[in-house]
């Protein structure tokens, strides 16, 4: 149902006259009274290239690594000497924002049963393992995390046990708890760090066991041999318990946070009035020690409940296939709801308001404010609207 062009002040038609009609162009502007902020919270970022950990801004991640493929290891583990973890960091979530720049350490846990769905609060499960020092300021670094041999062992003969036992009862595979790490900043730290998941594009840079031992493969015995392991699943959980000042609204990323926007339209009469072009017209705070991350896109969504008594209930229906940027260096976003809005006219019934969210809030952390109702009259959210309005001659 959103569509249309995003060049607003162009193809809005012009007067018409005629000798039984004519119609009249005329440009307002709705300002938006009934606003919220929908708290989605902490979604699944399963598919980002990058593993925040760290505290930063009222923001707090961990990240979770899962190795669950043991089949390069041959036919059985007759001994193993060493275990390691690789990670590699690459960047900063934002450097220009972190106030202390004082390296600090995480604590490794491991998932003593089949890793839950993995969200912030739940931790059920976890075992701490070690502390090691891994957050540091630098942008890129690489890290090799030495674990207990023999557990890890331990660990991997229970999950290729389990597999065995399913596959000589003739069952359906389920979830089996192979290796599954966690990483949660240890005590107080200033930023957040990125560290690459499976994802990755570099194949040296990827979270990697490297483990060195003995193995037996279709008979053969490989001494002193090291396997390599890659992460078959990555995550990252975030919590925020930042308070969003009065009179702004707030997209969110990691820990998504979306705006809503609904304004009556009564005033139109689809007997008499044609709408050529609608936009919603945001501004956003441009105040730098107020931006976090790197919020830059955003689109609507048409809405499909009543949301104004249970915002965090909102159903979200048919997303705009238009992208906005949102600039440091401008604070008017447009987004053309062109279609949105005739149908409302046509149906006031159907006005449910409309939805916005970040383009990234899955892939990344940030967090961006855009001025609400109480705001100055020159920043407040509204409707521009360009329309006809006839009449018989």
């Known amino acids: 149902m959103i569509a249309g062009c995003a060049q607003f002040d162009s193809d809005v038609g012009s007067n018409i006259s005629s000798e039984d009609l004519s119609g009249v162009l005329h440009d307002t502007t709705l300002y938006i009274d009934t606003t919220a902020i929908s708290v989605l919270g902490d979604v699944h970022k399963y598919t980002s290239a990058n593993l925040s950990l760290g505290h930063q801004a009222g923001i707090t991640s961990d990240f979770v690594l899962s190795f669950t493929n043991f089949s390069a290891l041959g036919d059985s583990i007759l001994s193993l000497d060493t275990a390691r973890l690789q990670l590699f960091a690459s960047g900063l979530v934002d450097s220009a924002g972190a106030e202390d720049t004082t390296a600090?350490?995480?604590?490794?846990?491991?998932?003593?049963?089949?890793?839950?769905?993995?969200?912030?609060?739940?931790?059920?499960?976890?075992?701490?393992?070690?502390?090691?020092?891994?957050?540091?300021?630098?942008?890129?670094?690489?890290?090799?995390?030495?674990?207990?041999?023999?557990?890890?062992?331990?660990?991997?003969?229970?999950?290729?046990?389990?597999?065995?036992?399913?596959?000589?009862?003739?069952?359906?595979?389920?979830?089996?708890?192979?290796i599954t790490f966690r990483f949660r900043p240890n005590g107080t730290s200033s930023f957040l760090k990125n560290f690459v998941s499976n994802r990755g594009s570099n194949a040296n840079h990827l979270p990697m066991l490297?483990?060195?031992?003995?193995?037996?493969?279709?008979?053969?015995?490989?001494?002193?041999?090291?396997?390599?392991?890659?992460?078959?699943?990555?995550?990252?959980?975030?919590?925020?318990?930042?308070?969003?000042?009065?009179?702004?609204?707030?997209?969110s990323d990691g820990y998504a946070r979306r705006m809503l926007f609904w304004r009556s339209l009564?005033?139109?009469?689809?007997?008499?009035?044609?709408?050529?072009?609608?936009?919603?017209?945001?501004?956003?705070?441009?105040?730098?020690?107020?931006?976090?991350?790197?919020?830059?896109?955003?689109?609507?969504?048409?809405?499909?409940?009543?949301?104004?008594?249970?915002?965090?209930?909102?159903?979200?229906?048919?997303?705009?296939?238009?992208?906005?940027?949102?600039?440091?260096?401008?604070?008017?976003?447009?987004?053309?709801?062109?279609?949105?809005?005739?149908?409302?006219?046509?149906?006031?019934?159907?006005?449910?308001?409309?939805?916005?969210?970040?383009?990234?809030?899955?892939?990344?952390?940030?967090?961006?404010?855009?001025y609400g109702p109480g705001a100055d009259e020159a920043l407040r959210p509204s409707i521009r609207i360009i329309y006809t309005e006839f009449e018989e001659q």
């Open 210 to 251: 490297q483990l060195t031992g003995t193995y037996l493969s279709d008979s053969d015995t490989l001494r002193d041999s090291t396997m390599l392991l890659t992460a078959q699943f990555s995550a990252y959980m975030v919590d925020d318990t930042t308070t969003i000042p009065e009179n702004f609204l707030a997209l």
């Open 266 to 370: 009564d005033m139109f009469d689809p007997t008499i009035h044609s709408l050529n072009k609608a936009e919603l017209r945001l501004h956003a705070d441009t105040d730098t020690s107020r931006i976090f991350g790197s919020v830059v896109l955003m689109t609507a969504y048409e809405m499909d409940n009543d949301w104004v008594e249970y915002p965090d209930s909102a159903d979200y229906g048919t997303v705009s296939s238009l992208a906005y940027t949102i600039s440091d260096d401008t604070s008017l976003v447009r987004l053309d709801i062109t279609l949105l809005v005739r149908y409302w006219i046509a149906d006031p019934t159907e006005n449910l308001g409309v939805g916005v969210r970040s383009y990234s809030e899955y892939t990344s952390i940030g967090r961006r404010l855009f």
């Open 104 to 178: 600090w350490s995480a604590v490794m846990y491991w998932y003593s049963d089949v890793a839950p769905e993995t969200t912030f609060t739940d931790t059920s499960v976890l075992v701490p393992l070690d502390t090691f020092e891994i957050g540091t300021f630098a942008k890129l670094d690489s890290f090799y995390l030495d674990l207990n041999a023999d557990s890890v062992r331990t660990w991997i003969e229970r999950h290729v046990a389990l597999e065995q036992a399913e596959e000589d009862a003739g069952e359906e595979s389920t979830a089996k708890p192979g």
